[in-house]
């Protein structure tokens, strides 16, 4: 690949992770109910789900779903089905600062999230469309590169957003806050579910 592509491609990623979206939510709420250390394996699958799911879309399965009506149609209702039970167990979430009774979204569910997050289809669908190049190599180590690039991108941007989780518990000393905090970030991923069924 060439460096201009992976430069551009790699500003591309880091703008993509760091926006706003269901999955920062998510690291958001992690890291202000368990804390920096117990939210990592979510913070990982985030970031290496993402990446795998950016390196399979550009090598063609975006074009097999975005091709399809139907399977997108089924996708996107999984999808917002899977975000509303996210966003109640975020909102209905104890919280309580790191509390040892509080289960974290874990690698496997966070990877996982990716595939019915509609910002993560967004942003593969379009990274494939636009940095793919013809001139610049096969296409599968292009999609292997593009997905390595984007692990590099999202994790410094994602840990920013589980920092900040965790810089909120400072905040959040009493149990009414924990819990107008978790519904607040509940709230806020229940309404990214607009973008996916209008």
Do not use: D
């Not at 975000?83 to 109640?88: C, G, K, P």
């Not at 104890?94 to 289809?121: C, D, I």
């Not at 997905?147 to 009414?176: I, K, N």
């Amino acid at each position: 690949m060439p460096a201009e592509q992976a430069l551009a491609f790699l500003v591309f990623a880091f703008v993509a992770a760091v926006t706003p979206g269901p999955s920062n939510v998510l690291l958001t709420a992690t890291g202000a109910n368990v804390g920096l250390l117990r939210g990592l394996p979510c913070l990982f699958g985030v970031a290496l789900g993402m990446g795998l799911m950016m390196a399979i879309v550009a090598f063609g399965l975006g074009g097999l779903v975005l091709g399809s009506p139907r399977v997108l149609q089924a996708l996107n209702w999984l999808g917002a089905a899977f975000l509303l039970w996210l966003s109640w167990k975020i909102a209905t979430a104890r919280g309580g600062g790191g509390g040892a009774e509080e289960k974290p979204v874990g690698f496997l569910g966070a990877a996982g999230f990716q595939w019915v997050n509609p910002k993560s289809w967004l942003v593969s669908a379009s990274a494939a469309g636009t940095y793919l190049q013809a001139e610049a190599g096969s296409a599968l180590l292009q999609a292997l590169s593009f997905g390595l690039l984007f692990v590099v991108a999202a994790l410094p941007s994602c840990l920013a957003w589980l920092a900040f989780g965790v810089v909120m518990q400072r905040f959040l000393r009493s149990e009414r806050a924990f819990r107008t905090f978790n519904l607040v970030m509940g709230a806020l991923l229940a309404g990214s579910v607009v973008m996916i069924v209008l």
